[in-house]
């Protein structure tokens, strides 16, 4: 079932320092790419998400790149804080169908 | 505006029993996902209810159903429970079926001994 690529497994970097998290994807017929932020013992949060009309989304210190035809996507976070240590997913699914895939995290950890 | 609730959040269940864990979705929110977290499979979508019918199926086995009531509370049943069924569940809500953004419950950590 394992649609979305997502890489690394785990990041570490320096606070201010730029995180940068990959995933690729296989199904053309994905057209809607949310982020989710995971804190120990939480659910998941939508962080940032984007569509394919667009190559990149900004909000605040996150930014989504896409390229649609290499089917991949990736968030770059800049000024990287230790409170933004999390587990970081990406996914990916059809914007009309709520049967989202998610690929298998990135455990961040922001070291000050 | 209260967040997505599930209930309980922690249960201990044994081999061959059953559990129903409940979600409420945000106010307003029709559509209800259900995900199962494991460390070994990651996010799995189990399955999506709107306006009381099931919209959508993941690939799990018959023994994990779910039902929707009228007031979009919805609510996943999980029969003859297996070791393998410990999990992290999730239940996200969304505006409606086909409406993207999802908002994710704190989920019910089932541990099957």
């Known amino acids: 079932q394992q649609q979305v690529k997502q890489s690394p497994q785990s990041l570490i970097v320096q606070k201010g320092g730029i995180s940068i998290i990959n995933c690729a994807y296989e199904?053309?017929?994905?057209?809607?790419f949310p982020w989710y932020q995971q804190f120990p013992g939480k659910g998941p949060a939508l962080l940032i998400a984007?569509?394919?009309?667009?190559s990149e989304k900004k909000e605040g210190r996150f930014t989504i790149s896409f390229n649609k035809s290499a089917k991949q996507f990736s968030l770059h976070i800049m000024d990287s804080q230790p409170g933004d240590s999390a587990t970081y997913f990406c996914?990916?699914?059809?914007?009309?169908?709520?049967?989202?895939?998610f690929g298998a995290g990135t455990r961040l950890t922001v070291k000050p | 505006k209260a967040g997505v609730t599930q209930t309980p959040r922690y249960l201990i269940k044994t081999r061959g029993q059953q559990v129903t864990l409940s979600c409420s979705p945000i106010?307003?929110?029709?559509?209800v996902s259900w995900y199962q977290q494991t460390p070994g499979q990651g996010l799995q979508f189990l399955f999506e209810?709107?306006?009381?019918?099931?919209?959508n199926k993941g690939n799990f086995p018959g023994r994990f159903s779910g039902r929707q009531f009228s007031n979009s509370r919805s609510e996943m049943n999980v029969s003859t429970l297996e070791l393998g069924d410990s999990a992290l569940y999730l239940c996200?809500?969304?505006?409606?079926?086909?409406?993207?953004?999802?908002?994710f419950g704190p989920g019910t950590r089932l541990t099957v001994t």
């Open positions: 199904n053309t017929a994905f057209d809607y």
């Open positions: 984007i569509r394919p009309d667009v």
């Open positions: 996914a990916a699914g059809e914007y009309n169908n709520n049967d989202m895939r």
């Open positions: 106010s307003g929110h029709r559509s």
């Open positions: 209810y709107f306006s009381e019918t099931q919209r």
């Open positions: 996200a809500s969304s505006l409606g079926s086909g409406l993207g953004e999802q908002y």
